[in-house]
């Protein structure tokens, strides 16, 4: 489902039209690839900033119109040529997935909110950009729902984010509800946890709404597509409100009677 990892790209759709599947499995591979280099593996992280560094100088080398030795970037190359992409939506990718490396708190809803304007809403640009339907209207509703699938993600993954000494919900709001960082390490899920959870739900699903016009505006696939991730995304934050906001227990994730209610809904819309 659109909401883990960078399977918001919809590399295997039914919906995706054949002519772009090349195209998207090539940003894909990119923004994957670079993800796991920040997230997976046991590499220190300056090896990691410095594998970071090596993509942002083949984005370079793709700049300059040279040829890359690695077969992954002239992929990319021949689709940003083919397609007119610009190349600042690749480069905020990998300033977010350095970020990953060096920062595992955030003060605020405003500087996380940043980090998924790199870290996201890149994606929906691209995929704006190679439908052909880049407008201020579509970028503004599409940033609200890749924004919104970021913020779903970090609920999901509390548990497993912390793991990894990172905490993805605003230091503010854990302090405004009495939620102490150290009582994700407890998986304690009181009254204080709850109400957190609740105002953090609320907030990526006003989000997720707020941009949701988006699919009812762009026609054929594309606009089925992102019904599809939006009710998706929606479900998910149901899924979490069922199990009374403990995603310590288990990652809250959709099941097959799931997608029979997306399905409904997206035509629904």
């Not at 990892?5 to 499995?25: G, I, K, Q, T, W």
């Not at 100088?57 to 992929?75: K, N, S």
């Not at 707020?210 to 998910?236: D, F, H, K, N, T």
């Amino acid at each position: 489902m659109p909401v883990d990892h960078y399977e918001n790209f919809p590399v295997a759709s039914v919906l995706l039209p054949r002519r772009l599947v090349p195209a998207v499995e090539a940003i894909y591979a990119f923004a994957r690839t670079a993800d796991d280099i920040a997230d997976e593996g046991d590499t220190s992280g300056p090896e990691r900033l410095a594998a970071l560094t090596a993509y942002e100088a083949a984005l370079d080398t793709i700049a300059r119109g040279e040829v890359h030795p690695d077969p992954l970037f002239q992929r990319l190359a021949a689709v940003i040529t083919q397609y007119k992409l610009p190349l600042q939506p690749f480069r905020d990718l990998l300033s977010a997935f350095k970020q990953d490396v060096a920062t595992q708190r955030y003060p605020n809803f405003e500087l996380l909110l940043d980090y998924c304007r790199r870290s996201a809403n890149p994606v929906g640009f691209l995929m704006l950009s190679l439908y052909g339907a880049v407008d201020d209207t579509n970028v503004r509703d599409s940033d609200a729902i890749c924004s919104a699938l970021q913020l779903i993600n970090f609920l999901q993954d509390v548990g497993i984010d912390r793991q990894k000494d990172r905490i993805y919900l605003p230091l503010d709001d854990l302090q405004r509800f009495g939620v102490a960082p150290a009582q994700l390490d407890q998986s304690n899920t009181d009254g204080n946890w709850r109400a957190l959870m609740a105002f953090e739900v609320a907030r990526a699903r006003a989000l997720m709404l707020g941009g949701a016009p988006l699919a009812r505006r762009l026609p054929g696939r594309i606009g089925w597509e992102l019904r599809l991730v939006i009710q998706g995304g929606l479900r998910i934050l149901e899924a979490i409100e069922t199990v009374g906001y403990d995603v310590f227990g288990q990652r809250p994730q959709l099941k097959t009677r799931d997608w029979l209610v997306i399905l409904w809904r997206a035509i629904r819309m």
